[in-house]
């Protein structure tokens, strides 16, 4: 259990923690913690629950994932992945379906991680996850479409379809007050991305339209004439739970334990790039795991690294557990002492933050790229993204997982013997020789959403310590969107943090189509590709010479 349970902040206590450090860390926190305010309280009304619900998840399950977490920088919390899965259960089950599901995702989670699957679900296909991403982007975007337009509807259907219909028949009934604030508040918010300040333009949009409403007297709905007063304290409940029915929720269980457990990691994965460090996968599933036990007594929902927020934190400094702690403490603050105004919050104003954050999470650009990939990512992110949108999340995982599964047995089956025939009768060459800078690495085999991660990081650790880099490729009979998307990864990760020169051997034509359409090719520069390995070894060579003169 020790060698697979190893928080990051107990092993950072025992190294030790530099004062600057922990004022670095300190102020990180805090300006999470301001941004993490209207993200909570809009997840959390989107899911179809009162607003301190996602106050009380960002405090609990926040102070949590830092304190166990297997991340140095990881900030957990609600996020907009489980919306549409959580609105479903609450209008299917009720807040007592809610708690027991999410319980049973939690101990999911630390199964997955005893079982140390941390690995595996790094795996998922890249065009998998863009497809269900992109796909939840457009359900959050239609939920916010009546708070938005301020149209009168007592209860919105929840089919996709059904949905929009309803919205046509009302568009007769727009409150153009409440469309002008969320307008302004889109407005505002794109305004401080765009000046890069870091003061959170959600947070600046939520202070002042609310203020301005209030004054102005304008008539939209808010949080309190929608959900009433929100309490500034923690109620502990044990949900009601009915044997027979305990089936119901395992499917529900699975899809938040999944899900929660493919965005922590890949938002782990992205801040190791931001940091250059390491995360403890596994470490990270279980005190995910731990999280969505406990939060759910306290009136909490599943919580799970959040992506923007974790950047954020990296942003302004924060290196070590402490950030995120202090991150939830904030918020704990803020709940406590300033709760009570959160209620004059216009229901169109979030709505306004709820869709930028559906426009960040759509991942247009990597939909558009995987579009000109190969036929078998388009299948998978086209199948994936749809029955996200018209069918079920739960379904569209499935479908999605299983559909990568045989897609990729059918395009390995159709590779034939010729693959195996080109690799017995090469000759092993002898890299003795070579200088000490001058490294080479081969790649054997499909670069696929099953090996690009690991042939990523060994291209990683190569490119640091290497002047020059040969990447042999002769053997690689194909790429898919994951594939490009770590190799990409990888080679702007090199040439931001080292001086290292990538040449690429042996590259088929098909493979070298994909790198072309992807832009990997303007990354490494088409001076630096060769058909044979004599030819890429002279210029490695000729480039290695020149950089140690």
Request: hydrophobic share 55%.
């Given at each position: 259990m020790n060698s697979i349970f190893k928080p990051k902040f107990f092993s950072l206590l025992k190294t030790g923690i530099s004062k600057k450090q922990i004022t670095a860390d300190i102020f990180a926190g805090i300006v999470v913690g301001i941004v993490a305010i209207p993200l909570a309280i809009a997840f959390a009304v989107a899911s179809g629950v009162s607003p301190e619900k996602g106050l009380i998840t960002a405090v609990i399950?926040?102070?949590?994932?830092?304190?166990?977490?297997?991340?140095?920088?990881?900030?957990?919390?609600?996020?907009?992945?489980?919306?549409?899965?959580?609105?479903?259960?609450?209008?299917?089950?009720?807040?007592?379906?809610?708690?027991?599901?999410?319980?049973?995702?939690?101990?999911i989670l630390i199964l997955f991680g005893l079982l140390k699957l941390g690995s595996l679900l790094k795996y998922f296909p890249h065009s998998l996850v863009v497809g269900f991403t992109s796909g939840i982007a457009v359900v959050i975007f239609s939920t916010q479409v009546k708070d938005a337009l301020g149209?009168?509807?007592?209860?919105?259907?929840?089919?996709?379809?059904?949905?929009?219909?309803?919205?046509?028949?009302?568009?007769?009934?727009?409150?153009?007050?409440?469309?002008?604030?969320?307008?302004?508040?889109?407005?505002?918010?794109?305004?401080?991305?765009?000046?890069?300040?870091?003061?959170?333009?959600?947070?600046?949009?939520?202070?002042?339209?609310?203020?301005?409403?209030?004054?102005?007297?304008?008539?939209?709905?808010?949080?309190?004439?929608?959900?009433?007063?929100?309490?500034?304290?923690?109620?502990f409940t044990i949900p009601h739970f009915e044997i027979d029915k305990f089936s119901l929720y395992i499917a529900p269980a699975i899809t938040i334990a999944i899900l929660g457990g493919i965005e922590s990691l890949l938002s782990a994965v992205v801040s190791d790039g931001m940091i250059s460090g390491n995360h403890r996968s596994n470490t990270e599933l279980i005190a995910q795991g731990i999280a969505n036990i406990v939060v759910p007594f306290f009136g909490g929902i599943p919580a799970t690294g959040a992506i923007a927020r974790t950047a954020t934190n990296v942003k302004n400094g924060g290196r070590t557990p402490i950030a995120g702690m202090i991150h939830a403490t904030t918020l704990l603050l803020i709940m406590l002492f300033f709760g009570q105004w959160a209620k004059l919050i216009p229901m169109s104003v979030?709505?306004?933050?709820?869709?930028?954050?559906?426009?960040?999470?759509?991942?247009?650009?990597?939909?558009?790229?995987?579009?000109?990939?190969?036929?078998?990512?388009?299948?998978?992110?086209?199948?994936?993204?749809?029955?996200?949108?018209?069918?079920?999340?739960?379904?569209a995982i499935e479908v999605g997982v299983v559909l990568s599964a045989l897609l990729f047995m059918r395009r390995m089956s159709n590779l034939g013997a010729n693959l195996a025939d080109d690799i017995d009768s090469d000759l092993l060459e002898d890299y003795s020789d070579l200088p000490k800078g001058l490294s080479i690495y081969e790649i054997s085999g499909p670069l696929f959403f099953a090996s690009a991660k690991q042939y990523a990081k060994v291209i990683k650790d190569l490119g640091f310590t290497s002047k020059v880099l040969i990447v042999r490729m002769r053997h690689v009979p194909f790429v898919d969107a994951t594939g490009i998307h770590n190799f990409l990864e990888v080679l702007e990760s090199l040439k931001e943090t080292s001086d290292v020169s990538i040449v690429l051997s042996g590259v088929r034509p098909q493979v070298l189509t994909e790198l072309e359409k992807n832009g990997i090719i303007n990354t490494i520069n088409k001076d630096n590709i060769f058909d044979t390995f004599k030819a890429a070894l002279n210029h490695a060579t000729k480039l290695y010479e020149t950089k140690t003169s």
């Open positions: 399950a926040g102070f949590l994932i830092s304190l166990l977490g297997g991340s140095r920088v990881q900030i957990g919390g609600p996020t907009g992945a489980f919306i549409i899965i959580l609105y479903g259960i609450v209008e299917k089950y009720g807040m007592d379906g809610l708690v027991i599901s999410s319980v049973m995702a939690g101990i149209l009168e509807i007592d209860k919105v259907p929840s089919g996709f379809i059904d949905k929009w219909q309803l919205f046509y028949q009302h568009l007769n009934h727009i409150n153009y007050n409440a469309l002008s604030v969320t307008l302004v508040t889109i407005f505002i918010i794109l305004l401080f991305t765009k000046l890069k300040t870091k003061i959170p333009g959600s947070f600046v949009a939520i202070i002042a339209i609310t203020i301005f409403v209030q004054i102005a007297d304008l008539p939209v709905t808010t949080i309190e004439s929608f959900f009433g007063n929100i309490p500034a304290h923690f109620n979030l709505a306004g933050v709820l869709i930028i954050v559906a426009y960040n999470m759509s991942e247009w650009r990597s939909f558009k790229s995987i579009l000109h990939s190969s036929s078998f990512d388009i299948i998978i992110l086209l199948s994936t993204f749809l029955l996200t949108i018209f069918v079920d999340l739960t379904i």
